[in-house]
């Protein structure tokens, strides 16, 4: 009797130790209530009790092959077999086996990369990257952003989250977006370009390090940016001997329907930061890929940066292994034909639904905007707020086993990048009904 198992934790003892003992992201800890999870596959998620919910985003857009992959966990047991780490100094088969790989998909001339914890350490290193080859200070970043929420990272973040952390590093100085908040359109590349060059001559090509931009920006609202923008930062920063830093934390790795973002209209930055899909999230992992120019730069001098955990052989082995899913399953070419699926989906909620005000999405990066009047253009809730028809919309998804993100008056739809055209129609499903609720805010 005493060699059994013992039984596993209900939801609510799993719940009452979390919070007894642990500390939840961006929350009131007081007004936590948490889902318990105990297991994943594919694009499920289940309770210890066995309830099984769609991830219908990825969990942080992060997830892209999908939960449980036997041949991403065979390879981090293999590898943590073998070696469970050494300190980054040392050079290890898995790092130049993953380090040759990235370079074979990577845009443009970018042959190398610098490995980090996750994205939030990626983008620090860009910031020390740009600052030290070009020997400048400023770096110029938007409002509508997130970069992560380590100290540098933080401060070129735009939006709520960044508010407790100041002051943060010295030098930050805000361009325009190409989306204005409470807008139903983006603005054009011409005038958003228009205001990024301003910007660049108030304050002074000669004391700007970088432009860091999402190449799509995610958390704040899947922004993709119009014909022509991507193309005229690069052009512009060219043209001023600045760095273009793109952060494809989010949007890389298949998430658009391209290897990354830029890929869509064939721009190539200086600097390029990912994470999340880089492992599929199945371990942390980050990288910082570089243009010839700045990996040849580094050969002649020391590089001031560093972590412990850099290049961690196991977080590698899941990397180089999921990347390999990628290609065998062909999970990019599967996100851009069921990222159509998914616009036709918006396109037939948006006119069945007055609360839909916009919707937006580039392969598998998607988002429905909910709003209160469609003229004049009213989002559902404030800026940086929720109301009650968004806190019931998300009672909603709960009760019926659907997780998706919600931020201020938008519906995330972000899901595994594996996801069947039966497995979107039923997230979607869900949605329709739940945007029943929204449309008696229109009414009203």
Request: charged share 20%; net charge negative; with cysteine.
């Amino acid at each position: 009797m005493g060699n059994e198992a013992a039984p596993g934790m209900s939801s609510a003892e799993i719940v009452k130790l979390n919070r007894d003992h642990t500390i939840f992201s961006w929350s009131v800890q007081s007004a936590l209530d948490p889902i318990a999870i105990d297991r994943a596959e594919g694009v499920y998620i289940y309770t210890p009790e066995g309830r099984r919910i769609l991830d219908f985003n990825s969990q942080l857009m992060s997830v892209n092959i999908g939960h449980g992959d036997k041949r991403v966990l065979n390879a981090i047991t293999e590898q943590a077999t073998k070696l469970q780490y050494v300190q980054p100094a040392f050079a290890t088969e898995i790092r130049g086996r993953l380090g040759q790989k990235m370079a074979s998909i990577l845009p443009g001339d970018m042959n190398k990369v610098f490995f980090t914890l996750g994205g939030a350490e990626a983008v620090e290193n860009a910031i020390k990257l740009a600052r030290h080859v070009t020997g400048k200070h400023k770096l110029l970043a938007r409002y509508r952003a997130y970069h992560g929420a380590t100290a540098g990272a933080m401060t070129l973040t735009g939006d709520y989250r960044r508010w407790a952390n100041e002051p943060g590093i010295v030098g930050v100085v805000r361009y325009p977006d190409t989306h204005r908040w409470g807008e139903k359109e983006p603005r054009s590349a011409d005038e958003a370009l228009n205001g990024l060059e301003d910007v660049i001559k108030y304050e002074g090509p000669n004391s700007i390090a970088a432009v860091f931009l999402e190449t799509v920006v995610g958390t704040n609202g899947i922004l993709i940016p119009p014909d022509g923008y991507l193309k005229g930062v690069r052009e512009l920063c060219t043209k001023y001997g600045i760095m273009m830093v793109a952060d494809e934390v989010m949007a890389g790795f298949g998430r658009t329907g391209k290897w990354f973002a830029v890929d869509h209209w064939d721009v190539v930055p200086d600097l390029m930061t990912m994470a999340k899909g880089l492992t599929s999230s199945y371990l942390p992992l980050g990288a910082v890929a570089m243009r010839e120019h700045i990996a040849e730069w580094l050969e002649t001098h020391q590089f001031y940066g560093g972590l412990t955990y850099s290049a961690h052989p196991v977080s590698l082995a899941a990397a180089l292994a999921t990347i390999n899913v990628y290609e065998e399953d062909g999970l990019i070419e599967n996100a851009a034909r069921m990222g159509e699926v998914m616009r036709g989906h918006h396109e037939a909620l948006a006119a069945k639904h007055p609360s839909v005000g916009a919707h937006r999405n580039i392969g598998l990066f998607g988002i429905l905007d909910l709003v209160r009047s469609q003229d004049p253009w009213t989002p559902l809730t404030p800026f940086n707020g929720t109301s009650d028809e968004m806190k019931a919309i998300g009672k909603f998804f709960r009760d019926n086993g659907l997780y998706v993100m919600l931020a201020n008056n938008s519906i995330h739809t972000n899901p595994p990048l594996c996801i069947t055209e039966d497995q979107l129609a039923e997230g979607f499903a869900i949605i329709d009904k739940a945007l029943d609720i929204a449309d008696q805010a229109v009414a009203g």
